[in-house]
T-cell receptor, first 111, second 111 residues
Framework: GQQLNQSPQSMFIQEGEDVSMNCTSS?????WLWYKQDPGEGPVLLIA?????ELTSNGRLTAQFGITRKDSFLNISASIPSDVGIYFC???????????FGTGTRLTIIP | SAVISQKPSRDICQRGTSLTIQCQVD?????MFWYRQQPGQSLTLIAT?????????ESGFVIDKFPISRPNLTFSTLTVSNMSPEDSSIYLC????????FGSGTRLTVV
């Protein structure tokens, strides 16, 4: 099935640094979502974006829904150890309610 | 958002056997989704389960291998049939709507 192009694939940063990751698609989506997955757990929704151009924040997280509706980015400011995990973007299509997931970004914090 | 209970959380199974995974939601939902996450990979949709109708399978997934039941608006099961080591994955259920919530997953190892 289709997967969204997500980059970078992995990131190694120091605590306190800012993080940026993005997701692109060849298709238009009605909604963009960002999830975090910890080991042994299911993905947990971080931010949902419903309108092209929308910029939304959730604490230290900020995400934007691209104007073309084919891309989105997620920024994490002042990273902390609990930010470690795998981040997935997902595009949602109203027509069939399906989610299409990105390939994931693995975030590691170097002590 | 909905709360999903999924079980078992993990299992180790012999090849050739079948495993049924259960997903219970704390509210009534129209659509439930089953995903597979192979080791180190992103999530891939297996099928969409609507109450009162046959599940709709994605390309590459067939009912004989992954039969799904949806007896009411709060419950669904996914069976992984005639298992082989290639079926070793995390299987997750999800519900749509505003919450886009996932269960914690079933980690299946086939030996």
């Amino acid at each position: 099935g289709q997967q969204l192009n997500q980059s970078p694939q992995s990131m190694f940063i120091q605590e306190g640094e800012d993080v940026s990751m993005n997701c692109t698609s060849s298709s238009i989506f009605n909604t963009w979502l960002w999830y975090k997955q910890d080991p042994g757990e299911g993905p947990v929704l971080l931010i949902a974006l419903y309108k092209a151009g929308e910029l939304t924040s959730n604490g230290r997280l900020t995400a934007q829904f691209g104007i073309t509706r084919k891309d989105s980015f997620l920024n994490i400011s002042a990273s902390i150890p609990s930010d470690v995990g795998i981040y997935f973007c997902a595009g949602h299509n109203f027509r069939n309610e399906k989610l299409t997931f990105g390939t994931g970004t693995r975030l590691t914090i170097i002590p | 958002s909905a709360v999903i209970s999924q079980k078992p959380s993990r299992d180790i199974c012999q090849r050739g056997t079948s495993l049924t995974i259960q997903c219970q939601v704390d509210s009534q939902v129209t659509m439930m989704f089953w995903y597979r996450q192979q080791p180190g990979q992103s999530l891939t949709l297996i099928a969409t389960a609507n109450q009162g109708s046959e599940a709709t399978y994605e390309s590459g997934f067939v009912i004989d291998k992954f039969p799904i039941s949806r007896p009411n608006l709060t419950f669904s099961t996914l069976t992984v049939s005639n298992m082989s080591p290639e079926d070793s994955s995390i299987y997750l259920c999800s519900v749509g709507g505003a919450g886009y919530t996932f269960g914690s997953g079933t980690r299946l190892t086939v030996v």
